[in-house]
């Protein structure tokens, strides 16, 4: 081994060869040309040649060589302690925390970066770069199911020639099993674009001053503050109810205990949401739902007092707060007169009732679940890639017609029907046509709902809410109003899927109230219905006398009356038809 090889210029140090005859490295003294040592260089000089007064080279070099030893070996069980910490807690994605219960909250997800990678540095020598694998997508990229599954090639049947039946039905469905449904649900939330934080409007002291709209309950935005909502940023701060109070829930109005609060925050997953107010609905018990999902999502109807009372008095309601499947929480403090009006806080805002919830469903009340919620989670949302899914109407697809229908069956005022169409007409509304595909329709029907709680489609329900607010609570023309502008900031879009597909996974029932109207109108139902009376006997013959008809196998015989001839048609009556026939015959020649 060189000089060259170990480092040392030997002009410099003298000759190596000689000093390696010793066995040791001696302590060199500077050279009479170098400049004057300093006078902490003095002092370490003077410490060592004290040592080796009393020490000879040779145990010098042992006591350094003991400092060295115990050196490396205290580096050493220092670096396998934190080996050993790093394995006892891994280190899977660092932007991805969990909880104490291990599921992964959704506010700390909205802060992942896309471009959240890491490599190891690069070696000494500079000829060699080892990068560390990446990391799993911080973000569900969505999936295709593989080559030759039934659901790829599955194809809507042609709708069933039943000419008594024109009005809408259910279609067919490719759904997965339950297992492979849970099996394919997301680890990691959907890309949010542009909007990565989003954050809620409080007011103490509400500002009423405004051009139009508004409630105590979701605030008096100003038009610029709609115009600005509607301006998408990486961070935005945004009206979305709940503007009083200091927690959603809490002396909001729409309140709600305590206890029911702490639950709700405890959901993580999936969050099944209905509501019936006014007494206004039976509760329809959900049918086909696995054992799994009865112990993962979470079923919960919100009702006021009046359907609360109705519900311990002829439902079954006690102490558990559970009827089914369903956990019963009664809302106090109602912000709106209008019942339909309060059932949009849970239709529109499950993200801020349930802050850690992952995936929600919303039907109304008057609807029976009869699909399991993960596979129409696979089915509508994850499949497609999608974070908020609708039913299109199935007959309107254009909001100036939805508006007439309205006015027509009586749903709001025609006053202020028309006023939230021509404001939206002044902002560039126009009527449905091919030219806005692949958009396939601007009227949705919202009694089902289903999304993922991430800050893109929460902004969508927050601003759709606060149209509810501002114009009448008909939502469904204001959908596609949010839906579009939102959509010419973002690449953002709602799967809106077929009305038929949507009665496959709900059946629809009647409000109470039609069901008591049927029940007066209906007369009283006799079953078996009672027979019908015997014909009467034909008559008889007085100059025919009965005939007897003989049995070869036994003696017996059977007396039947007899049969009367009828004739063939008398002369007159065929002279009577010749004569029509001549008529008709005449009065064609004349023609």
Known sequence: MTGGSLGIRSGSYGSLDKQLQNGVLPIQAPSATRTKPSKVFKEKETLVHWICKFAGRKKVGMLLLCVISAAVFVWVLYVGKGEDQEIDNPKVNDSLRLNNS??????????????NWTSLPV???????????????????????????????????????????????????????????????????????????????????????????????????????????????????????????????????????????????????????????????????????????????????FVDEETEGDLKTNGGLDESKKIGVWRIVVVRNLPYMDARRNGKIPKLLPHRLFPNARFSLWIDGKLELVVDPYQILERFLWRKNATLAISRHYKRFNVFVEAEANKAAGKYDNVSIDFQVDFYKKEGLTPYSEAKLPVTSDVPEGCVIIREHVPISNLFTCLWFNEVDRFTSRDQISFSTVRDKIAAKTNWSVNMFLDCERRNFVVQQYHKDVLAHLGRMAPPAIYPPPPPPPPPPPPSLANDPPRIFSLETSGESIVSAPVRKFSPRSGRDRRSGSRCRRKVGKDTALS
């Open 123 to 301: 070696s000494v020598d500079g000829t060699e770069t080892r990068a560390m694998p990446p990391p799993p997508p911080s973000y569900f990229l969505g999936y295709t199911l593989p080559a030759g599954h039934p659901c790829n090639t599955f194809t809507l049947p042609p709708p069933p020639a039943d000419k008594k039946r024109s009005g809408p039905r259910p279609c067919p469905v490719c759904y997965l099993p339950v297992e492979e449904a849970v099996a394919l649900m997301p680890k990691v939330p959907s890309f949010s674009p542009v909007v990565k934080n989003l954050t809620y409007i409080y007011e103490e002291n509400l500002n009423k001053k405004t051009e139009f709209g508004g409630s105590d309950f979701g605030g008096y935005p100003t038009l610029k503050q709609r115009n600005d909502s509607y301006d998408i940023r990486d961070s935005m701060n945004v009206h979305c109810g709940f503007v009083k109070g200091s927690k959603p829930g809490r002396g909001t109005g729409f309140d709600i205990d305590d206890n029911d609060l702490l639950e709700m925050e405890r959901c993580h997953g999936v969050v099944v949401a209905s509501a019936i107010f006014g007494a206004f609905d039976i509760i329809q018990q959900p049918n086909n739902i696995s054992e799994y999902s009865k112990q993962t999502v979470y079923f919960y109807m």
């Open 102 to 115: 291990g599921s992964l909250l959704i506010n700390e997800l909205q802060s992942i970066r896309i471009d």
